[in-house]
């Protein structure tokens, strides 16, 4: 949300008490803006004491202070007697992440690691290039610093299927102690400990979200937060890792919230190169670390490193130092010191947007009063519109074949920018890299009506990627194929959900308020007719990108099953002293956005690690 603002011409002077309030005022909303993100909400950083005076050897070496790795960190520092280092490519989030509604703008920054996806004859079409950007955190809270908060734990079939599998310990009835203990306030101001803070957003879209709400009512989804926690589908609004119109990622109100503990450091701006391992191969003797992009360090952990890089980093820091796919790493010169399919079994919530106009000639457009009315009471008091996520936080969870079955299989986030309001709309096409004729045209139809966006994901991929080295290089990003729409039960299940919105469509809410779907032209899908399946499936080649939910590179598994890569307690396997723990364990992704997932995978981890130091976990 941005506006040019026109200088102040007074023909009628000031005697100086009018100058006094106005810089007075203008004084005050600089104090504010500092004090939307402050030092103490992040951990000091050691590194350069580090590299003054070396390293010590700490007792756990935690790789990335993204949403697993600063959990880790605050529960395992929980006991003194323990040395834990947190080491961290990126830094501080800046101060767009604190604010609910710019999640959008820290894509295609230095806080993101900016990945894009390899060329695909299915899908990413409308992206630049046809490769859809996959921006990942690179700062202290990782990916929670730039997420959309939605804290959502997922369906209990998820995780007694993740046990069906094998992975004993991980069905519903197992990790649900570990989501309830995640947000479960404990400590006291002497000694704090660090937990996942939930709220609802703030609403600032009541009549965009009513005109949904109704529609979907007519055709019989449950839209009240009782009837959806018993079948598990309809739409609400859900509970965000968000507080007082704040960010609250596990990087704040785990790591830094804890960040006085004297076992417990944190270097920041440190890229960790390769995991260096002993002749045997089955311990990691170090790892390599680059402070800066020009300092080398040398780390070393008394008991464990545990790999929290994330879905994409983790598998690429493996297979750069020689855990991966035999013959792959063979192909780019890469000695291989473990044959493991790293990489493999890549999943994410492929995501298709459509757009509806809404009201067109007839929607009031948004007036710089309203931006600067917006700006202000965020500045001054952190309330407004600024502080939410607009209706994106509104969330349905459907069943594409029956409304009465209990397993969704997609899941729908909304996004509105108003009429004449172009900084919000770019913002988001920005965001996910649009081509620019595709942009343009959106920009055009904004200027007569409102444009609401609906991102329907697919809950249950069943199109699976890879995750390939380009080079042995850590400079060079790896080669990302998410084989989007791969699978043809992938196609039917966006068929199935354009039918659910185009009967949203006519229902007497939609036809009402005058919402249509848009037709944003593609050449060639408009051969097809309009709505037909031939068009969607045409449509879904083109609008097709990420949610943001990959996963699942370093599968979980049980001995017998050669497509996994860490075992139960996730001890990479043949490797002693090595944990992974992060989003890239996961044997499928869960029904729902995945952050809260992966905090419950980290805070079980931690549990494993303590038991293990009384021989409690079994191999």
């Not at 068929?495 to 659910?500: D, T």
Request: net charge positive.
């Amino acid at each position: 949300m941005s506006a040019t603002l026109p200088v102040a011409q007074c023909a009628i002077p000031s005697i100086g008490v009018v100058n006094s309030f106005v810089s007075s005022l203008i004084q005050a909303i600089l104090v504010a803006q500092c004090g939307i993100s402050r030092p103490e909400y992040w951990p000091p950083d050691h590194a350069d004491e580090a590299h003054h005076h070396g390293v010590n050897k700490y007792d756990y070496v935690i790789i990335g202070a993204g949403s697993a790795g600063s959990v880790l960190a605050s529960r395992l520092s929980e006991n003194p007697k323990m040395e834990v280092l947190v080491i961290e490519a990126g830094g501080d989030p800046p101060q767009e992440s604190e604010l609910p509604s710019l999640l959008f703008t820290l894509s295609h920054t230095n806080y993101s690691w900016n990945y894009y996806t390899e060329p695909s004859d299915h899908a990413c079409w409308a992206s630049k290039e046809r490769r859809c950007y996959w921006p990942r955190g690179k700062m202290i809270g990782g990916s929670g610093g730039m997420n959309a908060m939605i804290y959502v734990r997922g369906n209990k079939h998820d995780y007694d299927g993740w046990r069906r599998k094998g992975n004993i310990g991980w069905g519903w009835s197992d990790v649900l102690p570990y989501f309830e203990k995640s947000v479960r306030p404990v400590g006291n101001d002497t000694h704090p400990q660090g937990y996942v803070i939930l709220n609802k957003f703030d609403t600032f879209d009541d009549d965009i979200r009513q005109i949904i709400r109704s529609g979907v009512a007519e055709l019989g989804i449950p839209t009240s937060r009782d009837e959806i926690e018993n079948s598990a589908v309809g739409y609400t609004d859900m509970y965000g890792t968000v507080q007082n119109g704040h960010r609250m990622s596990t990087g704040k109100v785990h790591l830094g919230k804890v960040s006085g503990r004297r076992n417990l450091h944190v270097f920041k701006n440190s890229l960790v190169t390769k995991l260096n391992f002993d002749k045997t191969g089955t311990y990691v003797d170090s790892i390599s670390v680059l402070l800066r992009e020009k300092i080398k360090l040398t780390v070393r952990a008394k008991k464990e490193f545990i790999l929290s890089a994330g879905a994409i980093n983790s598998p690429q820091l493996l297979m750069q130092s020689g855990v991966g796919p035999k013959q792959h790493l063979q192909s780019v010169g890469i000695p291989v010191i473990h044959d493991l399919p790293v990489g493999k079994n890549l999943q994410d919530h492929v995501i298709v947007p459509i757009f509806y106009e809404i009201q067109k000639n007839k929607a009031l457009p948004v007036s710089l009063q309203d931006i600067l009315n917006s700006i202000y009471q965020y500045l001054m008091y952190s309330r407004g519109p600024l502080g939410a996520t607009g209706i994106n936080s509104f969330t349905g969870f459907i069943n594409t074949k029956s409304n009465n079955l209990s397993t969704p299989d997609v899941e729908v986030h909304y996004l509105i920018a108003r009429r004449q309001d172009h900084a919000t709309l770019e913002t988001i096409l920005y965001a996910v890299s649009l081509e620019d004729d595709m942009k343009l045209y959106l920009h055009s139809a904004l200027n007569s009506t409102h444009i609401l966006m609906v991102m329907t994901a697919v809950l249950l991929p069943k199109s699976v990627g890879q995750i390939k080295l380009r080079s042995p290089h850590y400079k060079h990003n790896p080669a990302i194929y998410p084989n989007y729409l791969g699978d043809e039960n992938d196609i039917d299940t966006l068929l199935r959900a354009m039918k659910h919105h185009m009967r949203l469509e006519k229902t007497s809410s939609f036809m009402n308020s005058d919402v249509k779907l848009m037709h944003v032209p593609i050449k060639e899908c408009d051969n097809y007719v309009f709505k037909s399946q031939l068009y969607w499936r045409c449509y879904f080649k083109y609008f097709s990108m990420t949610i943001f939910h990959p996963g699942c590179t370093v599968k979980m598994g049980p001995d017998e099953d050669k497509s996994a890569c860490v075992d139960r307690c996730l001890r990479l396997r043949g490797v002693n002293n090595l944990r992974v723990v992060d989003a890239s364990i996961m044997p499928k992704l869960p029904s729902g956005n995945i952050n809260a997932a992966t905090i419950m995978i980290a805070e079980r981890a931690a549990d494993f690690i303590k038991k293990d130091l009384s021989r409690m976990c079994a191999a």
